[in-house]
């Protein structure tokens, strides 16, 4: 793997356990009004809570819909790996997230969501 590639989840029938503390877990409906805001909650990771501690911990995870950053969320290890966000958005469009762990590197996921 390139030292510049996200990391992601590779096969989703079989996850590792640093998938499973890394990649991020986005919830969020699949179908959304235009311009109305909805609740996307974002938590690291998937299946096991990543370590919040001294020396390992999830630095920022970071919301996007395509390539427009939406926000960014800053974490010490004395927060739990985890945000809700209200967002709207205009139209159609895949929302990432972005997550950094200090040891770890940076992993993506993402949904579709449908703006009707
Ligand atoms: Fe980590």
Not at 77 to 80: D, I, L
């Given at each position: 793997m390139s030292k510049y590639e996200i990391k992601t989840l590779v096969n989703h029938d079989d996850k590792t356990a640093l998938e499973k503390k890394h990649v991020p877990h986005i919830i969020a409906p699949d179908k959304v009004k235009k311009g109305e805001l909805f609740e996307v909650t974002v938590q690291m990771g998937n299946e096991i809570d990543h370590p919040m501690e001294e020396g390992h911990f999830i630095q920022y995870v970071e919301l996007y819909a395509e390539y427009f950053q939406l926000a960014r969320v800053d974490f010490t290890?004395?927060?739990?790996a985890e945000a809700t966000l209200q967002i709207k958005l205009e139209e159609s469009c895949t929302l990432r997230a972005f997550e950094s762990c200090n040891l770890h590197g940076q992993w993506e996921a993402s949904k579709e969501i449908t703006v009707e």
């Open positions: 290890p004395e927060v739990k």
